[in-house]
Protein backbone atom coordinates (compact mmCIF):
# COMPACT_ATOMS: atom_id res chain seq x y z
CA UNK A 1 0.00 0.00 0.00
CA UNK A 2 1.65 3.32 -1.35
CA UNK A 3 2.16 5.82 1.65
CA UNK A 4 0.45 9.14 1.36
CA UNK A 5 3.81 10.87 0.53
CA UNK A 6 4.25 8.62 -2.06
CA UNK A 7 1.42 10.13 -4.70
CA UNK A 8 -1.49 11.83 -4.77
CA UNK A 9 -4.91 10.81 -4.00
CA UNK A 10 -6.54 9.11 -6.73
CA UNK A 11 -10.24 9.47 -5.32
CA UNK A 12 -13.18 7.81 -7.33
CA UNK A 13 -17.07 7.12 -6.14
CA UNK A 14 -17.85 3.94 -4.56
CA UNK A 15 -20.87 2.17 -2.15
CA UNK A 16 -19.09 1.84 1.29
CA UNK A 17 -20.96 -0.74 3.72
CA UNK A 18 -19.96 0.09 7.61
CA UNK A 19 -20.90 -3.03 9.93
CA UNK A 20 -21.08 -2.29 13.30
CA UNK A 21 -22.59 -3.24 17.24
CA UNK A 22 -24.85 -1.60 18.30
CA UNK A 23 -23.72 -0.09 22.09
CA UNK A 24 -26.28 -1.61 24.65
CA UNK A 25 -27.84 -4.78 22.86
CA UNK A 26 -24.74 -5.91 20.75
CA UNK A 27 -26.84 -6.67 17.87
CA UNK A 28 -25.09 -6.03 14.50
CA UNK A 29 -26.17 -3.61 11.99
CA UNK A 30 -24.62 -1.65 8.79
CA UNK A 31 -24.91 1.60 7.44
CA UNK A 32 -23.71 2.03 3.00
CA UNK A 33 -22.97 5.16 2.13
CA UNK A 34 -21.81 6.48 -1.82
CA UNK A 35 -18.34 7.97 -0.97
CA UNK A 36 -15.33 8.26 -2.50
CA UNK A 37 -12.15 5.89 -1.93
CA UNK A 38 -8.14 6.39 -3.39
CA UNK A 39 -7.58 3.58 -6.21
CA UNK A 40 -3.98 3.93 -5.22
CA UNK A 41 -4.17 3.57 -1.39
CA UNK A 42 -7.35 3.14 -0.34
CA UNK A 43 -8.03 6.44 1.78
CA UNK A 44 -11.43 7.11 2.10
CA UNK A 45 -12.81 10.91 1.08
CA UNK A 46 -15.88 10.99 3.19
CA UNK A 47 -17.82 13.53 1.29
CA UNK A 48 -21.62 13.92 1.30
CA UNK A 49 -23.57 13.46 -1.56
CA UNK A 50 -26.70 15.86 -1.29
CA UNK A 51 -28.54 13.18 -4.24
CA UNK A 52 -28.36 10.76 -1.53
CA UNK A 53 -30.82 12.09 0.69
CA UNK A 54 -34.37 11.92 -0.07
CA UNK A 55 -37.26 14.37 1.51
CA UNK A 56 -40.58 12.27 1.45
CA UNK A 57 -43.55 11.96 3.43
CA UNK A 58 -43.65 10.71 6.71
CA UNK A 59 -46.71 8.40 6.51
CA UNK A 60 -47.65 8.69 10.20
CA UNK A 61 -47.56 12.35 10.62
CA UNK A 62 -48.25 13.39 6.78
CA UNK A 63 -45.19 15.62 7.21
CA UNK A 64 -42.15 15.98 4.77
CA UNK A 65 -38.80 14.81 6.03
CA UNK A 66 -35.17 13.40 5.17
CA UNK A 67 -34.24 10.17 4.20
CA UNK A 68 -30.77 8.95 3.39
CA UNK A 69 -31.04 6.02 0.58
CA UNK A 70 -31.56 2.48 2.04
CA UNK A 71 -28.42 -0.06 0.65
CA UNK A 72 -30.53 -1.30 -1.97
CA UNK A 73 -31.82 1.79 -3.38
CA UNK A 74 -28.51 3.13 -3.78
CA UNK A 75 -26.89 -0.01 -5.46
CA UNK A 76 -29.92 0.36 -8.04
CA UNK A 77 -29.15 4.41 -8.15
CA UNK A 78 -25.33 3.22 -8.94
CA UNK A 79 -25.33 -0.43 -10.36
CA UNK A 80 -21.74 0.21 -11.78
CA UNK A 81 -19.78 1.64 -8.42
CA UNK A 82 -17.47 -0.68 -6.73
CA UNK A 83 -18.63 -1.54 -2.99
CA UNK A 84 -16.53 -2.31 -0.09
CA UNK A 85 -17.08 -3.63 3.63
CA UNK A 86 -15.61 -2.00 6.54
CA UNK A 87 -15.94 -3.94 9.25
CA UNK A 88 -15.02 -1.93 12.35
CA UNK A 89 -16.80 1.15 11.02
CA UNK A 90 -17.06 2.25 14.81
CA UNK A 91 -12.92 2.36 14.69
CA UNK A 92 -13.27 5.50 12.24
CA UNK A 93 -11.19 2.97 9.83
CA UNK A 94 -10.58 5.42 7.21
CA UNK A 95 -8.97 2.65 4.50
CA UNK A 96 -11.02 0.23 2.38
CA UNK A 97 -9.23 -2.91 1.87
CA UNK A 98 -7.93 -3.11 -1.98
Do not use: W
Request: with cysteine; net charge positive; aromatic share 12%.
Amino acid sequence: MATKREHKHDFQECLITYHYKANVSGDPFEITRHERYCTKCGRIDHVRFDGDIEKRRVPTTDRFGYFILSKNDLMKKYPKLPMFDVIDGEKHNNFVNL
